[in-house]
């Protein structure tokens, strides 16, 4: 497994080291002063480095490693659902409770591979006793908004999320040991599949995909994107438990997840009249606008591989 | 409550104001948004919208580390002299200047506290609004300490901050912060025109401060 991550990484660094490299020959080319085009691309270039170099430190520290890292990403894109949406006095203790004790909860599941629980804890259990606890305190104004806003943020920032290190439990016959690589294979072609869209979008994008939904979402950048994204799948295809031709399937079905994921988190945003979630990541906008896509991901390439995959 | 003396920080001060700027970053990853006026070591009155203990927090650590050590949040004597241990926190580790609002001896009036500040160089942030704010109403009436202080050093620059948010991240009467993103938006300077009236001009700066709020349609 060693060998497998060495050659991820290595290529990681080999696009963004041509990344960085393409980026100012474009920027010394450019009439000054830059384009924001210009200056965002090479704002989210830096910031992928530093994304890249967090996830592998991450990876270094195997299971405990990115256990945190995604409790962490939850807590940070919990915290951007929660700002954008409306809160009264009287929810206190419930976002305190999803911060204090769902997020740490939940990740405990995962840790301990406690399936039954890990999988229903959020949509059974703090389905019913968040929305209880708020009726118990009494304040009736816009109900229903907000507790269907708190479930939403939970269940799109804690629950979906916590799939992405849940892979670690999952029992892939002939795979044993190296599910890390699971993740790997995740997060690169979702993210990639993401890169690619911006790159396609950006040289060809005519046709506007969705333009009530999202401005940037373009026919050509989503299938340009989706197929190329694929066909990286099918490459990384050795990483995995699966054949190329598996490996491609899988990272379609992954990949038009993640489209919509990025179109429901813009829908959200449009709604509440904003751009961005946040401004964590420098050039990207906050940490949802970077996981939109691995969100709505994660759960599906959980369960196939579940599905599929394991006895 | 005798003649302040204010040197730059103890090490007990900067320690805290490293620790609860870092503290206010993770819970809030507060940003600062610098819309009208940039960061100046020149004196300074930051006045600001008022919610929360949190308030000063956010508003200082927004400011760098230079600014920060010569930047004082002024607050309520009678709330924060009470006990030893809240005058320690709030002179020792927070070096906040503390002033009575209802004051009777003539040592103890509030703009000659904060002046005798201003006059070391010293900047001071101040909640015009004079109370922490627990109505529907996004910010309360100013009082009048602004006013007077300008007047009397009318170099010194006012300097309006809106902290969005911090209502939500620690409402009155609660003591554990929610995490939720705060920024703090910092506006152009406001200076008493020549003749303005007291009312006309606090008047005025309520609703520089007011217009800052970047989503005032999100407030409750």
């Known amino acids: 497994m060693r060998h497998d991550i060495s050659i991820l990484i290595i290529g990681l660094l080999a696009v963004l080291t041509t990344a960085s490299i393409v980026a100012a020959i474009l920027s010394a080319r450019a009439p000054k002063p830059l384009s924001s085009t210009l200056v965002n691309l090479t704002q989210r270039i830096n910031a992928w480095w530093v994304m890249v170099a967090l996830m592998t430190v991450a ?3 195997g299971r405990y490693g990115l256990t945190i890292l995604f409790a962490l990403i939850s807590f940070a894109s919990l915290r951007e659902f929660v700002t954008l949406t409306h809160t009264s006095r009287s929810d206190h203790w419930v976002l305190l409770g999803m911060f204090g ?9 995962v840790w301990t591979a406690w399936y039954g629980l890990f999988v229903i804890f959020i949509p059974v259990y703090c389905f019913l006793l968040m929305p209880a606890i708020t009726a118990l305190h009494g304040d009736t104004e816009r109900f229903l908004e ?13 629950y979906c999320v916590s799939h992405v290190p849940a892979l670690l439990t999952l029992d892939v016959p002939g795979f044993e040991g190296r599910n890390l690589l699971l993740i790997a294979f995740l997060v690169i072609v979702v993210q990639g599949s993401d890169v690619l869209q911006y790159i396609f979008g950006k040289l060809f994008g005519k046709h506007r995909f969705s333009p009530t939904v999202s401005p940037s979402k373009t026919w050509e950048g989503l299938i340009g994107g989706v197929v190329s994204a694929s066909l990286l799948g099918a490459l990384l295809s050795f990483v995995t438990p699966f054949t190329p031709l598996q490996a491609a399937c899988v990272a ?6 993640g489209f919509l994921g990025g179109l429901v988190a813009s829908a959200i945003k449009r709604d509440q ?7 964590l990541i420098e050039g990207h906008g906050g940490m ?11 759960p599906i390439f959980f369960h196939i591989v579940r599905y599929f995959w394991t006895v | 409550m005798n003649k302040l003396s204010l040197k730059t920080f103890t090490l007990l001060q900067t320690a ?9 970053w993770v819970v809030t990853g507060v940003r600062p948004i610098w819309n009208g006026s940039l960061p100046s070591d020149k004196q300074r009155i930051y006045f600001a919208n008022h919610t929360s203990h949190g308030d000063f927090i956010l508003l200082s650590a927004c400011l760098n580390e230079k600014e920060r050590a010569i930047t004082h949040a002024v607050a309520a004597g009678e709330y924060w002299g009470k006990s030893r241990l809240r005058r320690f926190i709030a002179e020792d580790m927070l070096s906040s200047v503390l002033i009575n609002r209802q004051w009777t001896k003539p040592e103890e009036n ?3 506290i904060m002046l005798s500040v201003l006059d070391q160089g010293h900047s001071l942030i101040l909640f015009p609004e004079g109370t922490r704010n627990m109505t529907d109403e996004p910010l309360l009436p100013f009082r009048s300490g602004l006013y007077n202080l300008s007047m009397a050093r009318p170099q010194v620059e006012l300097i309006p901050c809106w902290i969005e948010n911090m209502s939500r991240v620690l409402p009155k009467g609660q003591f554990l912060p929610v995490p939720l993103l705060c920024r703090v938006v910092f506006g152009a300077p406001v200076a008493i025109a020549p003749g303005e009236e007291r009312r006309a001009f606090l008047e005025r700066a309520h609703a520089t401060l007011l217009a800052l709020n970047p989503r005032p349609e999100r407030d409750d």
């Open chain 1, 101 to 109: 004790i769902i997020i740490p909860f939940q990740y405990w599941l």
């Open chain 1, 59 to 61: 990876f270094f520290f």
């Open chain 2, 110 to 112: 509030p703009i000659e």
């Open chain 1, 146 to 158: 907000r507790i269907a806003a708190q479930q939403w943020a939970v269940m799109i920032s804690v």
């Open chain 1, 252 to 257: 379609f079905v992954v990949c038009s997840m």
């Open chain 1, 288 to 298: 949802m606008d970077r996981t939109d896509s691995l969100i709505f991901a994660a």
């Open chain 1, 273 to 279: 009249g904003v751009k961005d979630w946040g401004h």
């Open chain 2, 16 to 24: 805290t104001s490293v620790g609860l700027s870092a503290l206010a």
